[in-house]
């Protein structure tokens, strides 16, 4: 799971396992606000420690707030992703901003692309084509969609994947997998 610094805005926080490391390489460093792309807990695990340690406000997707104040996300159809919703999920924490579609954050304009989760977002900044697209795309394997059993409406999250493939991105940033610097490794994928 990848975590951001964009300037004093951290993006996602992995698991709640990962909150000792995060919090040790963000000593320092100013912060302003945390911003989560989806309501899924590999994503917001560490979110309540990391904005209770620095004081800071949490901002995620208008419609994921509610997931991230209870702790319990959407889920995929399906018994086996029921069962998954059963384990112990991160600490819950009040969302202080719902971001919706156009909304600014550290220089990147909020994009609505939900499917993977209802409320998910991209973040993006189109001066210089970096995408920061969370788990609309996985980038384990090159770029690739996100597993059906993970994913709440699979139908909408390839809606949300050819948005973000249009946009011709320079450098794109997973929620997991290493950066991609080809514009159109993307638009390859729907193919």
């Not at 975590?3 to 963000?26: C, F, H, N």
């Not at 420690?49 to 889920?75: H, N």
């Not at 159809?77 to 991160?90: A, T, W, Y």
Request: hydrophobic share 40%.
């Amino acid at each position: 799971m990848n975590v951001y610094l964009v300037e004093d805005v951290l993006v996602d926080s992995g698991t709640p396992k990962a909150r000792g490391r995060i919090i040790r390489q963000l000593r320092g460093q100013p912060l302003s606000a945390h911003v989560v792309t989806h309501a899924h807990p590999d994503h917001f695990g560490s979110s309540h420690a990391v904005c209770e340690e620095f004081g800071i406000p949490l901002w995620a997707g208008q419609k994921d707030v509610t997931a991230i104040e209870t702790a319990t996300p959407a889920t995929a159809p399906g018994r086996i992703p029921q069962l998954l919703s059963r384990m112990k999920m991160p600490d819950p924490h009040p969302v202080a901003r719902g971001l919706c579609e156009g909304d600014e954050v550290a220089g990147f304009t909020v994009l609505e692309v939900p499917g993977h989760s209802p409320g998910h977002i991209a973040l993006w900044r189109e001066r210089d084509g970096v995408l920061l697209c969370g788990d609309v795309f996985f980038g384990l394997f090159g770029a690739t969609a996100p597993p059906d059993i993970l994913t709440w409406d699979r139908d909408l999250n390839r809606e949300s994947m050819r948005r973000l493939a249009a946009l011709r991105p320079r450098l794109v940033l997973f929620g997991h997998g290493r950066p991609a610097r080809d514009p159109d490794r993307l638009a390859r994928l729907l193919r």
